[in-house]
């Protein structure tokens, strides 16, 4: 007899890791009692102090206490909760992808630590659908694939239908002149918060709706987050994911 695949809902995902990973604002409207909690411990991380203090991907990790951690089953639920954060940061892609992609970049051989956590970052952020989910032309990374299946994207004047598409410097994102398409994109910068900054990488111009892609190997332009992303350990326990 088979059994279907069932999926947690998306929003308990962050409930159980005690972050709200992807700054969703619609966790604060949940009224049940399971939620308070978390509810409380996000308001306090989102006082005026740490609301604008952007987290720097490249800086040394190190626990605050030396025996913090150290044990062999607090290392594997550290690591459990910094894969699964990591793969919420970027939509909830599926543990294949992430496995094959880092692994096919050659990060582990032959390369020092800072340039592995560069190149994961530089890689995921030339996503497509990321890109439009960091410019505010949509609201969830989700919503930007859909958006880009639906044919509402084009590069380099041609419609792309993948959410997955690499982009390289240089390249120019439209959205077409549908007035459905761009009708959308306006009510969702509407509702854009607008922090953290669009990243330095991405050059936006909100009037004609045109992004141009400048991201090079140069570490001014890495993005830097409000949530800090532990890339050390994603990068060294790709093995068993």
């Not at 700054?23 to 006082?47: D, G, M």
């Not at 951690?69 to 910094?82: A, D, T, Y």
């Not at 505010?136 to 694939?145: D, T, V």
């Not at 050059?203 to 992004?211: A, C, Q, R, S």
Request: proline share 2%.
């Amino acid at each position: 007899m088979k059994y279907k695949k069932r999926y947690k809902p998306f929003y308990k995902q962050f409930l159980r890791l005690r972050v709200n990973v992807q700054n969703r604002h619609k966790l604060f409207k949940f009224k049940k009692k399971k939620w308070l909690v978390f509810q409380k411990f996000s308001e306090k991380q989102l006082k005026f102090f740490k609301r604008f203090k952007l987290k720097d991907q490249f800086r040394l990790f190190a626990t605050r206490f030396a025996s913090r951690g150290n044990s062999f089953q607090k290392k594997f639920r550290n690591n459990l909760q910094e894969k699964k954060r990591f793969s919420l940061f970027y939509g909830g892609l599926k543990k294949r992808y992430f496995k094959t992609k880092i692994t096919s970049l050659g990060l582990i051989k032959n390369r020092s630590l800072n340039d592995a956590r560069h190149n994961v970052i530089q890689f995921f952020e030339s996503r497509l659908d990321v890109v439009l989910y960091r410019s505010g032309f949509c609201l969830s990374i989700k919503e930007a694939r859909k958006f880009i299946l639906y044919k509402h994207v084009l590069v380099n004047k041609s419609f792309v239908t993948t959410g997955s598409y690499i982009l390289k410097p240089n390249d120019l994102i439209e959205i077409s002149e549908n007035f459905k398409s761009r009708n959308f994109v306006k009510k969702n910068l509407l509702r854009f918060n607008f922090w953290p900054i669009p990243t330095k990488h991405l050059l936006i111009n909100y009037k004609t709706l045109h992004i141009l892609f400048l991201y090079t190997d140069s570490f001014d332009l890495a993005p830097r987050f409000n949530h800090y992303l532990n890339l050390d350990s994603v990068i060294s326990n790709i093995k068993n994911w």
